[in-house]
């Protein structure tokens, strides 16, 4: 029943934004943190972005500091991240995941596509 689904990504040159979306449902959004991960071909899923239940702190991959921001709307159960300059590295599938108790038994979305180049 725990679905997340992610969207907005598309095809960007280099320097340029996107911003992602996440929706979740299923479960009790507002108690649990959240964050993106990412994988590229032939690569493992990293973490780029976290942020508590209520938005309060956010950590972020070194590779992404100042480039991509993560913010939620536990309103509309939703997680986004904001990507500023991208650069062909940022290129790969990313995906939201909720963090805490009991996530770990949470599917993984399809994820969105992201590609960056020239």
């Known amino acids: 029943q725990v679905q997340l689904v992610e969207s907005g990504g598309g095809l960007v040159q280099p320097g340029g934004s996107l911003r992602l979306s996440c929706v979740a449902s299923?479960?009790?959004?507002?108690?649990?943190?959240m964050s993106w991960y990412r994988q590229a071909p032939g690569k493992e899923r990293e973490l780029v972005a976290a942020?508590?239940?209520?938005?309060?702190?956010?950590n972020y991959a070194e590779f992404v500091k100042g480039r991509f921001t993560i913010s939620r709307d536990n309103a509309k159960n939703a997680v986004y991240l904001q990507m500023n300059n991208l650069k062909p590295e940022d290129t790969a599938v990313y995906y939201c995941?909720?963090?805490?108790?009991?996530?770990?038994?949470?599917?993984w979305g399809q994820g969105t596509q992201v590609t960056v180049s020239s």
């Open positions: 299923g479960f009790t959004f507002s108690r649990y943190g």
């Open positions: 942020i508590t239940t209520t938005g309060d702190i956010t």
């Open positions: 995941r909720a963090l805490g108790t009991g996530s770990g038994y949470f599917s």
